[in-house]
């Protein structure tokens, strides 16, 4: 992976394609690619888990494979599949065709033609481009017995079928599973990781990041827009926003024409940023005058 031959290789490259991240989360990346151990990722919705998966895919030029975790998931829903519509038309078909034998047409529906792969099968099928990044998004919103299930699964790269057996990756795939930590995930399982917390980006990182997101937006915008948004989140709210939020914001401001944030504007556009409204009502008023105030001072205290 000419990409990835060092650290730095690693942050500069995921930069070309539109990821900025720092030292430790480029280290982690690396190490994973190169010992080809799983990547653990949690931190606060919105900080970027997701993303880095989707440049590693355009990087190494490798298909992206998602795994969306929810409440009720299970192993056979995971994994795979087989298409009833199609092998009740297959079945009427052979009825109606009459001198198939009931061992035949078993044989004939349970096999790769009647197949439903979904993303842990398919992560295990061979790809000329290499093997694919498997992501596994939100991964504490499952229960214990998936758990359970993946740890096996990451461990051996391969899963059983019983009407065609085992099937086993020839090349594990790079497995990339984010946690917003709504729950604790098993230690079994991360110790089959390596781990990192993905924070909040301090502010010269949130700016590079929205230069290169939102390349449109000024200079001084972009610069009150992450002031803002980071003494936000020093504020006691429901669900603080995201790096994804302040991006969505500072492109909503761009839409609009704004040249540099007001109180009207900001509550105006505060869907972009807050999505509770408990959150949103605590702005409202004199509040978000003194957020953007304090926003303001902290960027005059920059500048001396």
């Known amino acids: 992976m000419k990409h990835v031959q060092s650290i730095d290789a690693v942050r500069q490259n995921l930069a070309t394609c539109g990821y900025v991240c720092g030292h430790a989360l480029a280290t982690v990346v690396f190490l994973s690619l190169r010992l080809g151990r799983p990547l653990f990722l949690e931190g606060e919705a919105g900080v970027g888990k997701t993303e880095i998966a989707k440049a590693l ?4 030029g490798r298909k992206l494979i998602r795994l969306q975790c929810y409440e009720g998931l299970d192993a056979s829903t995971a994994v795979y ?5 199609a092998q009740m038309v297959a079945i009427r078909t052979a009825e109606a065709a009459g001198g198939a034998t009931r061992q035949s047409l078993k044989s004939e529906l349970f096999s790769e033609d009647f197949l439903i792969r979904r993303p842990l099968l398919e992560a295990m099928q061979p790809d000329e481009n290499g093997a694919p990044i498997l992501l596994i998004d939100e991964l504490d919103r499952t229960d214990e017995p998936f758990e359970a299930f993946l740890l096996e699964a990451l461990s051996d790269f391969q899963v059983t079928i019983p009407e065609l057996g085992t099937i086993k990756a020839p090349e594990p ?5 984010t946690s917003n930590r709504t729950r604790e995930v098993h ?7 390596l781990y990192h917390w993905v924070d909040y980006p301090d ?5 590079e990041i929205l230069s290169v997101q939102a390349p449109d937006v000024a200079e001084q915008l972009s610069r009150e827009v992450v002031a803002f948004v980071q003494q936000l989140r ?9 790096v994804a939020e302040t991006i969505d914001w500072a492109k909503c401001l761009l839409a609009l024409d704004v040249i540099s944030l007001s109180p009207q504007v900001i509550s105006d556009t505060l869907g972009a940023i807050l999505k509770y409204q408990d959150d949103i009502a605590k702005l409202q008023g004199s509040e978000a005058k003194r957020i953007l105030d304090e926003a303001r001072q902290s960027l005059d205290g920059a500048a001396l």
């Open 57 to 60: 895919a355009k990087l190494l």
């Open 81 to 85: 599949e087989w298409n009833f519509p």
């Open 173 to 177: 795939p790079i497995v990339i599973l």
């Open 187 to 193: 230690d079994a399982l991360k110790r089959r990781c």
């Open 203 to 207: 502010f010269d990182r949130e700016i």
């Open 234 to 242: 020093t504020e006691d709210l429901f669900k603080k926003p995201g």
